[in-house]
């Protein structure tokens, strides 16, 4: 998050949209930005601690273009569905931002980052979707997408996509 803040210059008095976020992502960070979360409605109860919040699907954000200096999606865009479905959010996202901040976890790195369990990401899908390890199915991480101005991160375990502000 203090990679987040520093590269995009972040203060108190920026817009930030949070697709698919919580109010404790923002505990991490010593500047409070203006923060709008978008969630599903499953998640109201979790929203509660939040000061501005929608239910929406980041497929179809009910936003101007550009309202917010920010977007920001953390470990979302690999759940939305299909490529297509993808595509979409990530359409959607640079829409309603004039800059944004996408991460997403790396296919490549070793332990699947939702459940921090090594190799389980690599097993056959038949494998993947029985029992427990069910959560798996339809997983696309590294979703294919681009945008002007963008800027591609590869880190051992995320790869984050930005686009500058300007």
């Not at 490549?108 to 939702?114: A, C, I, L, N």
Request: glycine fraction near 8%; aromatic fraction near 12%.
């Amino acid at each position: 998050m203090q990679r987040f803040a520093r590269e995009l210059e972040i203060t108190a008095d920026t817009s930030v949209l949070d697709v698919g976020g919580t109010p404790e992502t923002w505990d991490m960070l010593t500047v409070r930005p203006r923060v709008t979360l978008l969630n599903t409605p499953r998640t109201k109860a979790e929203l509660a601690g939040a000061a501005w919040w929608v239910a929406g699907d980041g497929r179809a954000l009910p936003f101007r273009d550009f309202a917010f200096d920010v977007v920001f999606s953390n470990s979302v865009i690999e759940h939305v569905g299909d490529e297509g479905s993808q595509r979409r959010f990530a359409r959607e996202l640079a829409r309603v931002g004039r800059a944004y901040w996408v991460q997403t976890p790396n296919r490549w790195f070793p332990v699947e980052q939702h459940l921090l369990t090594p190799l389980v990401h690599w097993l056959p899908t038949g494998f993947r979707n029985r029992g427990s390890a069910g959560s798996f199915r339809g997983l696309r991480c590294g979703a294919p997408w681009c945008a002007r101005r963008q800027t591609v991160a590869h880190f051992i375990s995320s790869i984050i996509w930005t686009r500058c502000g300007c």
